[in-house]
């Protein structure tokens, strides 16, 4: 048996500039270097400094985990710090997402890392996650399973086809930008999911509830439009990140937030609400 060698710093980094579609002189221009000195570094006939590494990542947009790869193959330690986020120096982070998401109920959201596995949750989430399979509420939670799964939410949404296509498209953007083999597995195992008997039917399909008559509502983006309890809601998503993040944990967490996309949504959760 062989084993093959690890890659060096110049092929990662030209793997890293082939992604994003850029040149050696474009790279060189953007990361104040020469062509030719991006070209050595490339084929290994240079041995980049600690701080050119980190200025071509920094130019390439490379995710930080791959930034301490990239550091490593160089020669050098990783710069960046990868903390459990339930390490006690975490302590005031996990506090903190908790009051945020406790803070916007009654409605949803949720905390996800790189793979969508979900951290921590709100119960406006929990109200969503209702009378889900056990075998699909079994740890860790994934956000991109409990919602394309055709026993999970996918049954319960009234755009499924258009949700399902931005949820796979959001996913092959992550994917371009960050070179994932778990990503990319669970895409490949979403994106084959079948599609519940109602979607199959297409947009003009009956589906088992009605909320008495839908109110039109010029939704300024694509809405997720789920069934609860024989209502309709309506949501729009926003996902946020953390600013200048210094450990790879908390550069990997997203923030998504469900805000009410009609009136008839908010009045509905305000009337769960304690």
Known sequence: MTTAAPLTVGALL???RERRGLSQLELAGRADSSSRHISFVETGRSRPSEEMVLRLADHLDVPMRDRNA???AAGYAPRYAHTPLDAPSMEVLREGLERLLTGYEPYPALVV???????????????LMEGLPEHLLAGPLNAMRLTLHPEGLAPRIRNLREWRGHLLAQMERQIALARSAPLRALYEEVSAYPLPA?????????????????????????????????HLLSFVSSISTFNTPMDVTVAELAIETLLPADPATVKYLRSLAP
Do not use: F, S
């Open 14 to 16: 030209r793997t890293w």
């Open 70 to 72: 990239l550091l490593v």
């Open 113 to 127: 890392d790189a793979t969508y596995d979900v951290v921590a949750a709100n119960r406006g989430i929990l109200m």
């Open 198 to 230: 109602a979607a199959e039917e297409g947009p003009g399909a009956e589906w088992p509830y009605q909320d008495g008559p839908v109110e039109a509502v010029a939704y300024l983006a694509l809405p997720l439009r789920i069934e609860h309890d024989g």
